[in-house]
């Protein structure tokens, strides 16, 4: 079975979108405003992830690593293992999903997405040795 996802049906179809990973809800909102500019780091990197028409040139990432194991429950986010913007935090606090510019966002660096979407960008950034 494929595990595809049509990014394009889902922001013609849907208003509103709700990104998950490892079965939790990490960032939630109106369809554009989470594809166009996402606040999580691991929607950050699904989006880096798909080509888009207007950007030909962009390179495409694949977010390394493996999802975590559900049935073995760990403290901090369940992303911390994979996220490049990783800090001591995320390892040891859950952070709660969260109000944020009209969407919900479950990541400590949140208020930072900006500068997050930046650094995704940069080559490199998501070419790291992670802990499978």
């Known amino acids: 079975m494929s595990r ?5 049906v889902v922001e013609k179809l849907c208003e509103r979108i709700a990104i998950l990973y490892a079965g939790r809800i990490v960032e939630a909102g109106a369809t554009a ?3 166009s500019a996402p606040c999580h780091p691991y929607a950050i990197g699904r989006r880096r992830s798909f080509p ?8 495409l990432v694949s977010i390394p690593g493996y999802p975590p194991r559900l049935a073995a429950a760990q403290p901090g986010c369940s992303f911390a293992e994979r996220c490049p913007f990783t800090q001591p935090v995320c390892r ?6 969260a109000a944020l510019a009209g969407r919900l966002v479950a990541c400590h660096f949140a208020e930072q997405a900006e500068e997050l979407r930046n650094a995704a ?8 040795s992670y802990a499978a």
Do not use: A, C, Q, Y
């Open 4 to 8: 595809r996802h049509d990014i394009g």
């Open 33 to 35: 405003d989470v594809l």
């Open 52 to 59: 888009d028409i207007r950007e030909p040139e962009r390179t």
């Open 92 to 97: 040891s606090v859950t952070p709660p999903l």
């Open 121 to 128: 960008k940069r080559p490199g950034t998501w070419d790291r």
